[in-house]
């Protein structure tokens, strides 16, 4: 199994003297680029490396059945309103998933994670963070607790209009990963401006844990984009 870069370890490992054990771990590209694969890739280290628990933020129960025994018996999926109710965990805050169980989307996920953010550190949780564009990323997280950035592809109009403050580090990233044609198993570590590989196991294949909303039955999607509550189910 190919270790996480330094920098993402510390922050997947259990706490020691070697390691910090919380953090957040953003995971920035455009769509289909690879985000949630890299996501699995990191629990699943963390799986087998430590006894460290996982919480799949918002995500359908439809999505923690396609994950692999060794993984889905140590995982939960809250809501995002329990963020705060977790302990020595690690969080999966997928962009889409965390949007569509808030009634506010972005706006209530980014109050919710910026407040909690002074406070991430004496929870003991690791939070990966899925998203499209570093804008996502409240910059109050960088004041407050650790963090390791990593970077897939990101599409070139998207990188156009990027924040000023991760501009060229979100730059350097592309140049490297042009070399290598974009390739998928591909990531860029900012914090250790290193090129990185991650496996693709079997399981990362399935469908239903890149794209699960798609197999929910449709009132209860409807329910989740409009704010009001549907019976759980998943797609016939």
């Not at 919380?22 to 699995?40: D, E, F, M, N, V």
């Not at 979100?170 to 590989?197: G, P, T």
Request: one cysteine or more; charged letters at 25%; proline letters at 6%.
């Amino acid at each position: 199994m190919l270790r996480p870069p330094p920098r993402t370890m510390a922050l997947l490992n259990e706490p020691s003297e070697d390691s910090i054990g919380t953090g957040i771990i953003p995971i920035c590209g455009s769509a289909r680029s690879g985000k949630t694969t890299l996501a699995l890739a990191l629990i699943e280290w963390a799986s087998k490396k430590t006894s460290r628990s996982f919480a799949f933020i918002g995500l359908p129960d439809i999505y923690l059945e396609n994950l692999p025994q060794h993984i889905r018996k140590r995982s939960t999926n809250p809501g995002l309103d329990e963020l705060s109710t977790l302990r020595d965990c690690i969080v999966l805050l997928d962009d889409t998933a965390t949007s569509l169980s808030s009634r506010d989307s972005t706006t209530t996920q980014g109050k919710m994670i910026s407040r909690i953010a002074g406070v991430i550190s004496h929870l003991g949780l690791t939070i990966i963070l899925t998203t499209q564009s570093m804008a996502g990323v409240d910059l109050s997280l960088l004041r407050y607790t650790e963090m390791s950035p990593l970077v897939k592809r990101i599409d070139p109009m998207a990188l156009r209009v990027e924040r000023t403050e991760w501009s060229s580090e979100l730059k350097e990233a592309q140049a490297e990963l042009k070399i290598h044609n974009f390739d998928r198993s591909l990531y860029w570590s900012v914090s250790d401006e290193m090129m990185c590989k991650h496996p693709f196991s079997e399981w990362m294949s399935n469908d239903v844990l890149s794209r699960p909303f798609r197999y929910l039955e449709q009132p209860e999607l409807d329910g989740m984009i409009h704010g009001t509550k549907a019976k759980k189910g998943a797609k016939k």
